[in-house]
């Protein structure tokens, strides 16, 4: 199937897609401040700069694009028919990224929680597991 955009206009709608302050992501922050608990957006001072970041519980959340991250459902496992050689490999980086960061704030001594975007379409469905991981007692495995 041939592409309905021309590759500038697909180039142009490419660009404009965000990483941050995305849909999903404000469906999380809503629901999270809605449950009373406070953050601090975007730290870059932590690897992969988490979306968001509960200092005082060492704890932060990444709200990750389905597509974008290759999540194991409908959304994640689409393949783009034209480019798809350059788009497999730019995912696969992404999930490669998305490991190293994992590891690093692991070593760190921070704990992490993600939610993926087709997730976010049921937010009232998050709210245990979000409660789960922020009231939750850090775990004694610590390295610092």
């Given amino acids: 199937m041939v592409d309905v955009l021309t590759p500038s206009q697909r180039a142009r709608n490419m660009a404009a897609i965000l990483g941050k302050d995305t849909k999903p992501e404000m469906v999380v922050r809503r629901l ?4 009373g608990y406070r953050y601090v957006l975007h730290d870059r001072k ?3 700069t988490p979306d968001l970041v509960f200092p005082s519980r060492r704890k ?3 709200v990750h694009g389905c597509y974008w991250h290759l999540h194991n459902c409908r959304y994640g496992r689409v393949i783009p028919k034209t480019n798809a050689g350059f788009w497999a490999e730019k ?3 992404n999930v490669a990224r998305d490991k190293r960061n ?3 704030l692991k070593e760190l001594g921070w704990e992490l929680l993600v939610i993926w975007e087709c997730k976010t379409r049921f937010p009232l469905k998050l709210v245990p597991r979000i409660r789960r ?3 939750g007692k850090r775990s004694t495995k610590r390295s610092q």
């Fill in 32 to 35: 999270i401040h809605g449950l």
């Fill in 46 to 48: 932590l690897p992969g």
């Fill in 60 to 62: 932060v959340v990444f």
């Fill in 91 to 93: 995912r696969g980086r």
């Fill in 102 to 104: 994992a590891r690093a």
């Fill in 133 to 135: 991981f922020l009231d």
